[in-house]
């Protein structure tokens, strides 16, 4: 998949594309829905299916102060766009420029003079431009100007809530800890990554060593907890592990850093700076304090019980 950054060549192998345009943070269910009609458009045009989106959320551009947790770094976005079947990717730099970009002036640079698409694909509530003044109407008008075919798509419905797939309905799922959910909503295992770093090694004295997997401060992570799951090395193989998200509260009872520790069930080597990713299949139990290092071990003999049952080893 060709990834295009500002400042590089558009090849014109990427012109007269279908493409979609958006975040796409999650690429969730409802948005492979629609990668799937880019490609179906994309193939009746006998064109390269392709994605316009952001190296960051314009939310964290135009309302820092509300900007939503991450689901899916760019780097893993790309990933999942690749996965996905899309040709080609165009990155475009979020800054304040781009905030005041009126719709037309987007559409016209992007759309018109620097892929030259042959169609766009978009969720029926699609909005863009300055102050999302923008919408399938006004696209409607500027692709009709242009002789470029438009495909509104309507929103996938949840199911279980009846609303439509959204990355806020992820969000809230995981910030319940109800990772299971999140799975069905994301059509795949929620994964957060970073890299192992050196901690205070109090697993170790537990008879647990835990590999702290560094995770940005802006990317979502589920409520604190105990959960089965996976550990993923660089090559994409993983791992069972059991996983805590917390402040450790048996050590600190104020003013713990907030981890993302992963014990991987009979695995013995160093992680060490090493770049990892961790899984999320199964809520075990909240995080507690306990009286004394032993009740916490105790307790973690008990969840390993239960991760190993689910993990199937």
Avoid: K
């Avoid at 939310?59 to 990933?79: F, K």
């Avoid at 279980?160 to 309905?169: C, I, K, R, T, Y």
């Avoid at 059509?187 to 050196?198: C, D, I, L, N, Q």
């Avoid at 998200?245 to 013995?268: C, H, K, S, W």
């Amino acid at each position: 998949m060709l990834v295009i950054h500002d400042g590089e060549a558009v090849p014109e192998t990427a012109r007269g594309a279908a493409v979609t345009i958006g975040v796409f943070d999650g690429v969730h269910r409802g948005h492979q829905a629609l990668l799937a009609q880019v490609r179906e458009t994309a193939a009746a045009l006998d064109a390269p299916c392709g994605v316009i989106t952001f190296d960051r959320h314009p939310a964290t551009v135009v309302r820092p102060e509300s900007a939503p947790r991450l689901l899916t770094t760019l780097r893993h976005r790309l990933e999942l766009f690749a996965a996905a079947g899309v040709d080609f990717v165009r990155v475009l730099t979020f800054d304040e420029e781009r905030s005041l970009q009126s719709a037309g002036d987007f559409a016209g640079s992007v759309l018109v003079e620097e892929l030259a698409v042959g169609a766009v694909v978009i969720g029926e509530g699609f909005h863009f431009g300055l102050r999302r003044r923008g919408d399938v109407g006004a696209l409607g008008e500027i692709a009709d100007r242009y002789g470029i075919a438009l495909v509104a798509v309507p929103p996938l419905a949840d199911t279980a809530s009846g609303q439509p797939l959204s990355s806020s309905l992820v969000r809230a799922a995981l910030a319940a800890g109800d990772v299971e959910r999140a799975t069905e909503l994301l059509a795949r295992p929620y994964e957060v990554r970073g890299v192992v770093e050196t901690g205070d090694r109090r697993g170790r004295l537990l008879g647990y060593p835990t590999a702290n997997v560094a995770v940005g401060g802006d990317v979502m992570l589920p409520g604190d907890g105990v959960y089965a799951g996976r550990y993923v090395f660089p090559d994409g193989t993983d791992w069972p592990a059991a996983i805590s998200i917390g402040r450790r509260p048996t050590f600190y009872e104020v003013n713990g850093l907030l981890l993302v520790e992963a014990f991987l069930i009979d695995f013995d080597d160093d992680l060490y700076g090493q770049r990892a990713g961790v899984r999320l299949t199964r809520y075990i139990r909240s995080q507690e304090r306990f009286d004394s290092a032993e009740a916490l071990t105790a307790q973690m003999d008990n969840d390993l019980v239960i991760i190993r049952s689910i993990e199937g080893v």
